[in-house]
């Protein structure tokens, strides 16, 4: 019998792991992808369906078709339970009807679940906040940002506020990108007049984006992310809250705690908040039917791999905290990868507000480090059925990320700060002076990062489409 894997979730991380799976272990192994909805999103593109200058079509594509070209099983359905001392998951399908797949490797790559609850009246669904998270999420974003640039054509005046909707949350860049995106459409529309724009983020200092900032030398002198952002957002004349903890939206108005000052509320007539990412909701269940989830994972449901996830103070953390191969601790079968795995702290600095709610932007799985992880993954689990123990390691304190925040959809007028970053978690044994090689930091804006952006999305819809030549770009 050849070795099941099972992959759960066709994201970044899961689809990226199937690909590399198919490529290296066709004819050798049975590859089942278990995902919702037949659908692979392309995140960074929801930016520009917010603000309707890109068709949702464009950030989507059917897994089924790729998975038959590729060697895969496909499986529309969601994981509800895992029970890893007897290698066996739990699927439902969309009429709630359960089924159970036996595995000799699993890989947890579910994403995030998107946790509107941690903030009261946060959200599409019960508040009056936008969110763009998801593509239906996006699609509605764009809906009443087309009303309201409606409205101020007519000579109306509107307060909009855009950031990040809960004190912990995470993925500051994609909030930042959508308010630099608004700013630029509005511009080109001719309304930016008649707009008041707020950025409201749980980061320290503008340009931390979860990561503790970035710095990059630029003819012998260091730029840092921060004067960048903040040059960015005051040219802009964008009104800005940092380190501000989203604590309840009511309809028109967010509530909020700031590290330095008093809890503020804010009116507003146009919303996008990213809420608090946790882990899917997700059973673990031990071969006698007891529920081990807690031990399988960290309070905000993320699940435990190779981490070392021993609490420690800000200044203690340690490069060598970081998980390597993504490998669950307890379990050689099954590995998580992407957002589902449980990071063992965050990176930015923490903070305070006088009434003690702890303000602190979580740490990002941006789409390239979810990408790399799942190729991680796909490697070691390569290496285990050839009867070798897992070789591939991709700590967040070595592996470098490449962002790139555009700032208007444009091959003309567009914009982008381009940043680079090499590690993502700083490694002050490696690198004494910042915990980064300052050599590979790249900090830009311009023209050109506009260019790259629409580029490179076509490069990776390409890629993790399985066309010919896929492997040949790098995640
Ligand atoms: C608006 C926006 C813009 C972004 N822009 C960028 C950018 O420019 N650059 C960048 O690098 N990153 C960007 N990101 C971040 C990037 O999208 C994430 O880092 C990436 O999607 C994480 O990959 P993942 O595979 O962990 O999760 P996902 O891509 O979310 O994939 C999770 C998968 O699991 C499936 N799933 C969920 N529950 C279950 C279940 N129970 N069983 C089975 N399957 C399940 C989901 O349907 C999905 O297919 C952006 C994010 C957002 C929201």
């Known amino acids: 019998m050849k070795p099941q894997v099972v992959i759960l979730g066709a994201g970044f991380a899961g689809h990226t792991a199937a690909l590399h799976l198919c490529a290296r272990l066709r004819g050798k192994a049975d590859i089942h992808v278990v995902s919702p909805g037949n659908r692979f999103t392309w995140f960074p593109g929801l930016i520009w369906v917010g603000t309707d200058t890109m068709s949702p079509e464009s950030c989507q594509f059917a897994l089924a078709p790729v998975y038959e070209r590729i060697g895969a099983a496909y499986q529309d359905a969601r994981a509800v339970e895992i029970h890893p001392e007897s290698n066996v998951v739990i699927v439902c399908d969309g009429d709630g009807s359960r089924e159970t797949l036996d595995y000799d490797f699993c890989v947890n790559a579910t994403g995030p679940c998107l946790n509107f609850d941690g903030t009261p009246g946060l959200g599409p669904r019960v508040g009056t906040t936008l969110s763009i998270c998801t593509i239906e999420h996006a699609m509605q974003t764009r809906n009443e940002y087309v009303d309201l640039v409606r409205a101020l054509h007519k000579g109306s005046r509107r307060r909009l506020v855009i950031g990040i909707g809960h004190p912990a949350a995470t ?78 939206v009511d309809p028109g108005r967010v509530h909020f705690e700031q590290a330095g000052s008093d809890p503020a509320s804010l009116d507003f007539d146009f ?205």
């Open 171 to 248: 993925c500051e860049g994609a909030a930042f990108e959508y308010l630099m995106n608004v700013e630029a459409d509005l511009q080109r529309r001719g309304v930016r007049d008649r707009a008041e724009l707020v950025w409201l983020t749980n980061e320290p200092e503008a340009g931390d984006f979860g990561v503790d900032g970035i710095e990059a030398r630029k003819r012998g002198v260091i730029a840092t992310g921060a004067s960048l952002v903040r040059m960015l957002l005051d040219e802009r004349n964008i009104k800005t809250y940092m380190a501000a903890g989203v604590t309840k």
């Open 271 to 475: 919303a996008m908040f990213i809420p608090q990412f946790r882990g899917m909701p997700m059973k673990y269940v031990a071969a006698d039917g007891h529920d081990i989830t807690a031990e399988m994972t960290q309070p905000n449901g993320f699940m435990n791999v190779d981490a070392d996830y021993t609490p420690k103070s800000y200044d203690n953390y340690a490069a060598a905290d970081w998980p390597a191969t993504y490998r669950s601790p307890r379990f050689e079968h099954l590995y998580a990868a992407g957002i589902a795995f449980a990071p063992p702290h965050p990176l930015s600095k923490p903070k305070k507000s006088p009434n003690g709610v702890a303000i602190q932007a979580s740490v990002p799985r941006t789409g390239m480090a979810s990408g790399i992880m799942g190729k991680t993954v796909a490697l070691n689990i390569v290496d285990q059925i050839e009867g070798r123990a897992p070789t591939h390691q991709a700590r967040m304190s070595e592996i470098p990320a490449a962002c790139i925040a555009s700032m208007g959809n444009s091959f003309f007028h567009g914009s982008a700060a381009s940043i680079i970053m090499m590690p993502v978690a700083r490694d002050f044994k490696r690198y004494p002076s910042y915990g980064r090689d300052l050599r590979l930091c790249e900090l830009d804006v311009g023209l050109a990062g506009a260019w790259t952006k629409r580029a490179l999305q076509s490069a990776f819809m390409w890629k993790l489409q399985g066309h010919p030549g896929w492997q040949l770009i790098p995640e």
